[in-house]
């Protein structure tokens, strides 16, 4: 599999700040999302949204910055039981006789049987067959996980060899909930559905803190396989200094990086300023990045590795809804994704996929948040082609697409 720019974007002419001619013979007009039209309000970009009678619906989910960012466009939002739209936003996967009746001009967040990607179990199994089909190091991204209560025997085998702690998860919760650090198999119920991994205890930290970063990425089509990832991300601090030893075990405040964890703590430090973006517990990563980088850190060879795992892990899933598109979508540009990539970095700079978000947090607590999120979704809305249905990619400034990362010869 090699991830194919198909058809290359081209905005040879613009006839408004908002429209881009795409296609083989540049005759697909399409809309280009502009984040500062959300605090703009300017109105001659709503007027292209006007004009093409743009239409969205969200259902079961509330995204203040989707809903900003489309008006500001020039969409209406129509009744969550209409069908008469172009986008539709959605907080969960789509019933298969939904998928199926859409047409071609219409789009929906999500594909088909995302969740083998965004179950952490089944993520784990479609990356263990891969690690089994195309060589263990290659596929070596995430930590060794086990799916209780049937691989309990597994589990305890791999316990005596190595004593932890390990780390116990719903197979499909999220935002910190049920999640728990164990030194001893006792400790584990025996007949829930869960899963152990295998606590990276040796996280790089900051300052001491140990951190993770929110990865947002954008999946266009599965048939090739095209991925987006974009350029900024979030780096998410603990409140509590790291402490290797055991006896903090309990402590959620050290050990999870959740922002739904950490921001009940008393030491949560938020930051009021959007261009201050390396203080309190909320980094953008390339402010983490770069400080990385002053450390002497390789920071490209680091993101490298990381695209290298985003796209594995995208490609563990591949098959599955490659083939569930082909039963249950109609036309080829009805589906795109937008997922939370959780990647945690070691002390030797090695990231390890922790999981993969379905609808990642959009809410916007904090200035950078926003500046950070509003750029993201406007630059996913322009790749996705909302408006004239034409099939293009665009390749904005702001995403990083880099084909050469996985050599054709290799899958
Ligand atoms: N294997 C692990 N090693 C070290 N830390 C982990 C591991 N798995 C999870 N964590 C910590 O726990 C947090 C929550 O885990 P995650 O898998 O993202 O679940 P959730 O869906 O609840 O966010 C992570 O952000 C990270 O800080
Ligand atoms: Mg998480």
Redesign the pocket.
Known sequence: VRLALSSVYSCLTRDHACIAWTGLSRKTPVLVFFAEAIVSKDGNIRSVGERYNLAFKIVRTESRLVRGILTSHGFHEIHPNSNDFNLMWTGSHLKPYLLRSLQDFQKVNHFPRSYELTR?DRLYKNIQRMQQAHGFKNFHIV?QTYVLPSEYQEFCSSFVKDKGPW?I?PVA???????YLVSNPNQIPVDENILV?????N?LLIDDF?F?VRLYVLVTSYDPVTIYLYEEGLA?F?TVKYDRGTKNIKNQFM????YSVNKKSSDYVSCDDPEVEDYGNKWSMSAMLRYLKQEGKDTTLLMGQVEDLVIKAVLSAELQIATACQMFVPHRTNCFELYGF?V?IDSNLKP?L??V?LSPSLACDAPLDLKIKASMISDMFSLVGEVLHSTFLLQRKKLIYRPSLLPDAEF
């Open positions: 952490k930590p780390i998860k919760s999220s935002r910190g909930r049920g999640i991994s295998r606590y990276i205890n996280p140990k993770d998410r603990a050990h999870l990086t959740n959780d945690l390890w922790l999981e978000n």
